[in-house]
């Protein structure tokens, strides 16, 4: 893993969303351009502000629909602008201080793809047959040779990762755009792709581009394994967003240290990508149902070992619920307002946030942290954080309270000296021990 991601904060964004254009259709031809891309650079100074160092974008290349049918890897969507538009957003970021990953859609592409059109025109002897896995002497439901699909969805072709043209493709596509100023890629349905495919890319793409950080999506399996086949650098923690956003809406604690004790196995060989949302599932506000809540999501997030990442508005707050429906993401991949001033609500939470953020940016070690239970209850949990001697961090240690009670909760033998974060206020701390108000949450030193 490169050494700078470290320090990685992540705030994920889903563009087309966030610009309000997923709704428009997406076009394999010429299209108008809609410049807006400065719609995403009004909002750089409020990450900077978050405290947060890197934005992770999800699709921006040209697609038919929601940015997870690609039509060109080479392409920006024309609903979010041109290259030029693209190549300013890496500027601003890059004087801001920000890096930037983009979403590499590798598993799929959408039926516009113009390789898979000539494959369908064409047929079984094109060279372009083979990027794909056809079953020719049938068709599908959409009146084109059958073919397998991502999921049941047959607008999402499947590309054949067996074929030496897709990894060529795929190396291509990635070297493209870290020559281009990128840091990396977040590797869309890598739990789809075999892992040999991985294994097969990303050593020519980091030969080129050794700093480049490729994180993979993978719902559930064997991380461990999967990370080490791959050579993938870390995949998405869904175990422990589980435990974290159920463990708060259930009241039920000892499902969070369940995954804490799993999360530090993983630590011993990779450095997982964690979230307490993203664009695929509910918000976090809506899942743990409770507002007063939302605090102790992100103390857990931010104080424990793994690369952070904050999905947009998940910071102010923001609710939605993700529905199995055509247009059942919409809820959680709104439009965001111009700019963060036109914002009214929830700068509470934005604040909450902010002095997390400032707790893990003091304690870097953290970004490996194993954590210890120290009291455990179904509603009251305190646990500490501490540094791994090969980290360089031996000694270090913080501790995380949570109480989502309706009284005050009393945390006795913390060997704690100071409260560096809190929410709300009323926390106290003396000789006997630390008390966190009711539905509150702290972190201590």
């Given amino acids: 893993m490169p050494n700078w991601v470290e320090d990685a904060l992540w705030w994920q964004v889903y563009p087309l969303g966030f610009v309000g254009a997923v709704q428009e ?7 108008p351009i809609r410049h807006r891309f400065e719609h995403l650079e009004a ?5 900077i502000g978050l405290g947060l160092n890197g934005i992770l974008l999800g699709p921006v290349f040209a697609s038919g629909s929601h940015g997870y049918d690609t039509i060109d890897y080479f392409r920006i969507d024309p609903r979010l602008g041109d290259d030029a538009d693209f190549d300013h957003f890496l500027a601003v970021c890059r004087a801001a201080g920000l890096r930037v ?8 592409v959408g039926t516009q793809f113009e390789p898979f059109r000539e494959a369908v025109a064409g047929g079984e002897a094109s060279a372009a047959s083979r990027l794909f896995r056809f079953h020719w002497g049938s068709t599908n439901d959409l009146g084109l040779p059958a073919y397998d699909c991502f999921e049941g969805h047959q607008a999402l072709v499947e590309l054949n990762h067996d074929a030496p043209e897709v ?3 795929v190396v291509d596509v990635m070297c493209h755009w870290l020559g281009r100023g990128i840091d990396g890629w977040r590797l869309d349905a890598a739990y789809a792709v075999p892992e040999s495919f991985w294994a097969r890319v990303l050593p020519r793409v980091r030969d ?17 394994a999967i990370v080490g086949a791959s050579g993938m650098d870390s995949v998405t923690q869904y175990e422990l967003w589980k435990a974290i956003w159920s463990s708060l809406a259930s009241g039920n604690f000892f499902e969070l240290s369940h995954a804490l004790g799993r999360h530090g196995e993983f630590l011993d060989s990779f450095v997982p990508q964690t979230f307490v949302g993203n664009h695929d599932v509910t918000r976090i506000a809506s899942q743990i149902g409770d507002p007063r809540h939302l605090g102790h999501a992100h103390a857990v997030l931010l104080a424990v070992g793994g690369t952070p ?3 947009y508005g998940d910071e102010m707050g923001y609710t939605g619920v993700k529905e199995d429906r055509i247009g059942g993401d919409d809820q959680v991949r709104p439009v965001m307002p111009p700019t963060p001033g036109d914002l009214s609500l929830g700068h509470e939470h934005a604040e909450a946030l902010r002095a997390l953020v400032g707790v893990r940016r003091r304690h870097r070690w953290l970004h490996t942290g194993r954590t210890t239970d120290l009291a455990l209850a179904n509603e009251t949990y305190a646990f500490a954080v501490e540094g791994v001697d090969g980290a360089g961090a031996a000694g270090e240690r913080i501790v995380v309270c949570l ?6 909760a009393a945390f006795a033998n913390l060997d704690v000296s100071e409260i560096v974060a809190t929410g709300p206020d009323g926390t106290s701390l003396d000789g006997s021990g630390v ?4 539905h509150g949450w702290a972190v201590l030193e």
Avoid: K, M
Avoid at 101 to 108: P, T, Y
Avoid at 208 to 224: F, M, S, T
Avoid at 403 to 408: A, G, I, K, S
Avoid at 435 to 438: E, G
């Fill in 25 to 31: 259709p997406g076009t394999a031809d010429a299209a």
């Fill in 43 to 47: 909002w750089v100074e409020h990450v």
């Fill in 101 to 108: 990953l983009l979403d590499g859609v590798f598993n799929h």
């Fill in 167 to 169: 990894a060529d493709l």
């Fill in 208 to 224: 080129r581009y050794p700093d480049a950080y490729v994180l993979g999506e993978v719902i559930h399996g064997d991380y461990p």
């Fill in 309 to 311: 990442s904050i999905y």
């Fill in 403 to 408: 109480n989502l009670t309706d009284d005050p």
């Fill in 435 to 438: 008390t966190v108000p009711a």
